[in-house]
């Protein structure tokens, strides 16, 4: 599956952004979805995940209460609602997909085969 990320950009501090996550070659049904990323300088971490089976939800607790992930299938596609955005919030926001991850791993990135190709997010102060 070919992943493709988009909506990242400029916004102050308090505002907000919607990031996408749009699957081709193949349907998103049966693969968890996680969002992840990373600051310059800074590891790959964890922001949020949705479930193989869309049931369930996972945040970072750096962004729970801010940011919400939520999939559309008939647009194949996942979202991560960004609100109430913080300088230190500024990274190069990357989705990845995989169909069996386990939900124990869901926050791990190295569990994840597909890889989309980031989208910056620069929140000014």
């Known amino acids: 599956v070919q992943l493709q990320a988009s909506g990242g950009g400029l916004v102050q501090a308090g505002g907000s952004l919607r990031l996408s996550c749009s699957a081709s070659?193949?349907?998103?049904?049966?693969?968890?979805v996680g969002w992840f990323r990373q600051a310059p300088g800074k590891e790959r971490e964890f922001v949020a995940a949705i479930s193989r089976t869309g049931g369930y939800t996972y945040y970072a607790t750096s962004v729970k209460g801010r940011f919400t992930i939520s999939g559309d299938n008939a647009k194949n596609t996942v979202y991560l609602q960004m609100n109430s955005l913080k300088p230190e919030d500024t990274a190069l926001y990357y989705c990845a997909a995989d169909n069996r991850i386990i939900t124990s791993s869901i926050r791990d990135y190295e569990q994840y085969d597909y890889w989309g190709q980031g989208t910056l997010v620069t929140v000014s102060s």
């Open positions: 070659g193949r349907t998103f049904r049966g693969y968890a």
